[in-house]
C-alpha cells in the first residue's frame, strides 16, 4: 500500500477515486466476514461497484456479527486509550504509572463527560438493530456526521465490539459503504480491546478498498499487529511510513515489544539503535519490555544492551516511572550468580545512602563543564537577542564594569523577588531582614535592585534601602531592564562557589541554550546554586530550602546501582527532580 497524510480525516473521502485491482468475489469474502451476509439473493439488490469506497450491506436483523472473544493476557496493563478522535496522531502506550497518569485521566473523563452531556450522545450498551440505530439517529438530526460522533463515544466509553459492529451495520445498509474514516474509528476500538480477529479482518479489508493509508492508520495497525502473530507484518508497515517521514518513538515502540516478544532480540536491538539515531526518545514502556524480557531470557549480549539503556539514561537525564523501576530491580535480582538485591529508598541532604552508605555522586560541575557553561550562557542568554529588549548594551555594560572592580561574591540577591516573599511586611523591610540575616554569615553579598527603589515611597523607604547598602553592595537597574542577566553574570563571574538567591525557576532562560547538553548542565548547576526562601516570619525566623550536595542521575560504582525514579501517579514538572531512589546492591 502506499502512503499518504492528509490533514484530516475529510480529506479521505478523496479515496473513492482510486480503484481496487482485487476480484469482486474477494471483496464479497472479506466484508462477508465483517457483516453477517445471510444469502446472496439478500446481497443482489445492492450494487457493486469497483470504487474503494464500495461496501456489502448486511441483513437489518443480523446485529451479532463476529465472536467478541479476547485475548486472555492484557499487553502489560500499558494500553493507550484508543484514538478517540477522527485525527491522524499515533497512537503511543499509556502507563498507569507514569507521572501525571491520574491527572490525564480525571481531564479524559470530564472532557467526556462534558461532550457527551452538550451533543446528548451515550452509546447503548447492547447492539441495536438497524431500525433501532435509525430511530436513535433521527432523534439527533441537529448533530452533523451522527456515526462519527457516536463511535468516537464508543472508544473513550470502550464499548463492547458488538455495540459498534451493530452501527456499522446500520451505516452499510443505509449507505451501501462503510467510509475510510468509520473503519479507522473501528480499528482503533479493536486495537484497543486487543480483538485480533477483528484487527485482521479490517486490515484485510484495508488492504482490499484502499490503495493508500495514512498516518493514523498504519500506526494503529502497528501497535495492533505487533502483539500478535503476524507481527512481522508490523515491519512491513513501518518500512511503509519510513518512505515518507520519520516514525514515531510508539510505532518503533510496538515493532519492538513484537521482536521481544518473540525472542528476536538483534531485531529489536535493531530497532531500538535506529530510533535513537533519529533523535527520538524511547517510551518508558518500550524500556521496560527490554527489561522484562531479560528476566525470561538469560543472554549476555541482552545483558549488555540492559546495562546500557540504564547508561542511556543516566547521560539524558531521564528518570523511569515505578513500572519501570520495578522491572529494572527484578531484572537485577534474577541475574544468575550475581546476588544484587535491591530497596526502595530516600537519599537524605547529606547525599548518602542510608541502604548500602555509599555516597552519591556531587552535583557540582567539574572546571571544564563550569568553563563551558559559562561561556554558552555569556553567549546565548546574556549577549543573546531577548537581553537587549528591556535593558541596553551600555547598561549592561556598565554592570559588568560594576561587577569586575568588586571581589568576587558568595551570594547574588534578586532583590524584587525576594522583597515580595511576603505581604506582611514593608517591601524594603522585608529585603533588609534578609540581607541582615545573611550578612550575618560573613558572606559578600551583591542585592540586584531597581531605580525606584532609591525614589523614597511607602514601598521603599529610604533609611531602610541606605541600611542595606552598608550591609551589602546594590546595583540598581532601570525600572524595566530584565534582571535575570544580570543575576547570572555576577554569579558566574565570581566562581564556582557563589549561589544566587530567588524563586524565578529561569525557565525562559534555561530554553535559550543551544543544545540538550547545555540545559543538564545549566539545570544541574541551578540545582546545586539557587537558593530559595522558604520561610519568613518577620523579626522571627528565616530559612531557605537546602541546595542538594549530590546529582539526581543514575549512578554506578560497579557493585552499586541507583536510580531515581517518579512515583506512582505523581506530576512531576521538568523542572523538579525525583526524591525515590532504587538502591541496587551486589551482596
Given at each position: 500500500?502506499?502512503?499518504?497524510?492528509p490533514?484530516?480525516?475529510?480529506?479521505?473521502?478523496?479515496?473513492?477515486?482510486?480503484h481496487?485491482?482485487?476480484?469482486?468475489?474477494?471483496?464479497?469474502?472479506?466484508?462477508a466476514?465483517?457483516?453477517?451476509?445471510p444469502?446472496?439473493?439478500?446481497?443482489?439488490?445492492f450494487?457493486?461497484t469497483?470504487?474503494?469506497?464500495s461496501?456489502?450491506?448486511?441483513d437489518?436483523?443480523?446485529?451479532?456479527?463476529?465472536s467478541t472473544?479476547t485475548?486472555?493476557?492484557g499487553?502489560?496493563g500499558?494500553?493507550?486509550?484508543?484514538?478517540?478522535?477522527?485525527?491522524?496522531?499515533?497512537?503511543?502506550?499509556?502507563?498507569?504509572?507514569?507521572?501525571?497518569?491520574?491527572?490525564?485521566?480525571?481531564?479524559?473523563?470530564?472532557?467526556?463527560?462534558?461532550?457527551?452531556?452538550?451533543?446528548?450522545i451515550?452509546?447503548?450498551?447492547?447492539?441495536?438493530?438497524?431500525?433501532?440505530?435509525?430511530?436513535?439517529r433521527?432523534?439527533?438530526?441537529?448533530?452533523?456526521?451522527?456515526?462519527?460522533?457516536?463511535?468516537?463515544?464508543m472508544?473513550?466509553?470502550?464499548?463492547?465490539?458488538?455495540?459498534?459492529?451493530?452501527?456499522?451495520?446500520?451505516v452499510?445498509?443505509?449507505?451501501g459503504d462503510?467510509?475510510?474514516?468509520l473503519l479507522?474509528?473501528y480499528?482503533?476500538?479493536?486495537?484497543?480491546?486487543?480483538?485480533?480477529?477483528?484487527?485482521?479482518?479490517?486490515?484485510?479489508i484495508?488492504?482490499?478498498?484502499?490503495?493508500?493509508?495514512?498516518?493514523?492508520?498504519?500506526?494503529?495497525?502497528?501497535?495492533?499487529?505487533?502483539?500478535?502473530?503476524?507481527?512481522?507484518?508490523?515491519?512491513?508497515?513501518?518500512?511503509e511510513?519510513?518512505?515518507v517521514?520519520?516514525?514515531?518513538?510508539g510505532?518503533y515502540?510496538?515493532?519492538?515489544?513484537?521482536?521481544?516478544?518473540?525472542?528476536?532480540?538483534?531485531?529489536?536491538c535493531?530497532?531500538?539503535?535506529?530510533?535513537?539515531?533519529?533523535?527520538?526518545?524511547?517510551?518508558?514502556?518500550?524500556l521496560?519490555?527490554?527489561?522484562?524480557?531479560?528476566?525470561?531470557?538469560?543472554?549476555?549480549?541482552?545483558?549488555?544492551?540492559?546495562?546500557?539503556?540504564?547508561?542511556?539514561?543516566?547521560?539524558n537525564?531521564?528518570?523511569?516511572?515505578?513500572?519501570?523501576?520495578?522491572?529494572?530491580?527484578?531484572?537485577?535480582?534474577?541475574?544468575?550468580?550475581?546476588?544484587?538485591e535491591?530497596?526502595?529508598?530516600?537519599?537524605?541532604?547529606?547525599?548518602?545512602?542510608?541502604?548500602c552508605?555509599?555516597?552519591?555522586?556531587?552535583?557540582?560541575?567539574s572546571?571544564e563543564?563550569?568553563?563551558?557553561?559559562?561561556?554558552?550562557?555569556i553567549?546565548?542568554?546574556?549577549?543573546?537577542?531577548?537581553?537587549?529588549?528591556?535593558?541596553?548594551?551600555?547598561?549592561?555594560?556598565?554592570?559588568?564594569?560594576?561587577?569586575?572592580?568588586h571581589p568576587p561574591?558568595?551570594?547574588?540577591?534578586?532583590?524584587?523577588?525576594?522583597a515580595?516573599?511576603?505581604?506582611k511586611r514593608?517591601?524594603?523591610?522585608?529585603?533588609?531582614?534578609?540581607?541582615?540575616?545573611?550578612?550575618?554569615?560573613?558572606?559578600?553579598?551583591?542585592?540586584?535592585g531597581?531605580?525606584?527603589?532609591?525614589?523614597?515611597?511607602?514601598?521603599?523607604?529610604?533609611h531602610?534601602?541606605?541600611?542595606?547598602?552598608?550591609?551589602?553592595?546594590?546595583?540598581?537597574?532601570?525600572n524595566v531592564s530584565?534582571?535575570?542577566?544580570?543575576?547570572?553574570?555576577a554569579?558566574?563571574?565570581?566562581?564556582?562557589?557563589?549561589?544566587f538567591?530567588?524563586?524565578?525557576?529561569?525557565?525562559?532562560?534555561?530554553?535559550?541554550?543551544?543544545?540538550?547538553l547545555?540545559?543538564?548542565?545549566?539545570?544541574?548547576?541551578?540545582?546545586?546554586?539557587?537558593?530559595?526562601?522558604?520561610?519568613?516570619?518577620?523579626?522571627?525566623?528565616?530559612?531557605?530550602?537546602?541546595?542538594?550536595?549530590?546529582?539526581?542521575?543514575?549512578?554506578?560504582?560497579?557493585?552499586?546501582?541507583h536510580?531515581?525514579?517518579d512515583?506512582?501517579?505523581?506530576?512531576r514538572?521538568?523542572?523538579e527532580?525525583?526524591?525515590k531512589?532504587?538502591c541496587?546492591?551486589?551482596k
Amino acid at each position: 500500500m502506499a502512503f499518504f497524510r492528509p490533514t484530516n480525516f475529510s480529506g479521505l473521502q478523496t479515496l473513492g477515486k482510486y480503484h481496487m485491482f482485487w476480484p469482486v468475489p474477494r471483496r464479497q469474502q472479506l466484508f462477508a466476514v465483517i457483516f453477517h451476509l445471510p444469502n446472496r439473493e439478500h446481497v443482489k439488490c445492492f450494487p457493486f461497484t469497483t470504487t474503494s469506497q464500495s461496501a456489502i450491506p448486511v441483513d437489518p436483523k443480523a446485529t451479532h456479527l463476529l465472536s467478541t472473544k479476547t485475548r486472555s493476557e492484557g499487553r502489560d496493563g500499558e494500553e493507550r486509550e484508543g484514538r478517540a478522535r477522527g485525527d491522524n496522531s499515533s497512537p503511543h502506550p499509556f502507563s498507569l504509572f507514569s507521572a501525571g497518569a491520574a491527572k490525564r485521566r480525571s481531564k479524559n473523563q470530564e472532557e467526556l463527560l462534558v461532550r457527551s452531556k452538550k451533543n446528548g450522545i451515550w452509546p447503548p450498551e447492547k447492539p441495536l438493530s438497524v431500525a433501532e440505530w435509525e430511530e436513535l439517529r433521527g432523534e439527533f438530526k441537529g448533530i452533523s456526521k451522527f456515526e462519527d460522533v457516536m463511535l468516537e463515544q464508543m472508544i473513550k466509553c470502550n464499548s463492547s465490539i458488538d455495540v459498534a459492529k451493530s452501527l456499522l451495520s446500520m451505516v452499510a445498509m443505509r449507505k451501501g459503504d462503510i467510509s475510510y474514516n468509520l473503519l479507522v474509528k473501528y480499528l482503533a476500538l479493536c486495537v484497543r480491546q486487543e480483538q485480533m480477529a477483528e484487527v485482521y479482518d479490517v486490515y484485510d479489508i484495508m488492504k482490499v478498498r484502499f490503495k493508500t493509508l495514512e498516518t493514523g492508520a498504519y500506526s494503529l495497525l502497528i501497535k495492533g499487529l505487533s502483539g500478535s502473530d503476524r507481527w512481522r507484518e508490523a515491519l512491513s508497515l513501518l518500512e511503509e511510513i519510513k518512505k515518507v517521514m520519520t516514525p514515531s518513538k510508539g510505532n518503533y515502540g510496538d515493532c519492538i515489544k513484537g521482536a521481544l516478544d518473540n525472542q528476536e532480540i538483534n531485531l529489536a536491538c535493531e530497532l531500538y539503535y535506529e530510533m535513537l539515531a533519529k533523535d527520538l526518545i524511547p517510551n518508558l514502556g518500550t524500556l521496560q519490555v527490554f527489561f522484562d524480557t531479560g528476566k525470561r531470557v538469560k543472554d549476555d549480549q541482552l545483558k549488555s544492551e540492559l546495562l546500557g539503556i540504564l547508561l542511556y539514561l543516566r547521560e539524558n537525564q531521564l528518570y523511569p516511572g515505578e513500572a519501570l523501576m520495578q522491572s529494572i530491580k527484578l531484572w537485577f535480582e534474577s541475574i544468575p550468580g550475581e546476588k544484587w538485591e535491591g530497596h526502595v529508598t530516600t537519599i537524605k541532604n547529606s547525599g548518602k545512602c542510608p541502604i548500602c552508605n555509599q555516597n552519591l555522586e556531587a552535583i557540582h560541575l567539574s572546571q571544564e563543564e563550569y568553563s563551558v557553561l559559562k561561556q554558552k550562557i555569556i553567549k546565548d542568554v546574556i549577549q543573546g537577542t531577548d537581553t537587549f529588549r528591556k535593558t541596553t548594551p551600555q547598561e549592561f555594560e556598565e554592570f559588568q564594569n560594576f561587577v569586575e572592580n568588586h571581589p568576587p561574591y558568595d551570594i547574588v540577591i534578586d532583590g524584587l523577588n525576594v522583597a515580595n516573599v511576603s505581604n506582611k511586611r514593608n517591601q524594603s523591610q522585608t529585603l533588609l531582614d534578609v540581607v541582615f540575616h545573611l550578612a550575618q554569615q560573613n558572606l559578600r553579598l551583591l542585592v540586584l535592585g531597581r531605580k525606584h527603589m532609591l525614589t523614597g515611597s511607602h514601598s521603599w523607604k529610604r533609611h531602610i534601602v541606605a541600611a542595606m547598602q552598608k550591609k551589602a553592595d546594590v546595583f540598581f537597574a532601570e525600572n524595566v531592564s530584565e534582571d535575570d542577566p544580570f543575576l547570572l553574570y555576577a554569579t558566574l563571574h565570581s566562581g564556582s562557589h557563589c549561589k544566587f538567591l530567588t524563586r524565578d525557576l529561569l525557565r525562559d532562560h534555561k530554553a535559550c541554550l543551544p543544545d540538550s547538553l547545555t540545559r543538564h548542565l545549566f539545570f544541574k548547576w541551578q540545582r546545586g546554586h539557587q537558593m530559595v526562601l522558604s520561610h519568613y516570619w518577620p523579626g522571627k525566623r528565616i530559612t531557605f530550602q537546602p541546595i542538594l550536595t549530590y546529582d539526581t542521575v543514575v549512578q554506578t560504582t560497579g557493585d552499586t546501582w541507583h536510580i531515581p525514579y517518579d512515583e506512582q501517579l505523581v506530576e512531576r514538572y521538568s523542572y523538579e527532580v525525583p526524591t525515590k531512589w532504587l538502591c541496587l546492591q551486589r551482596k
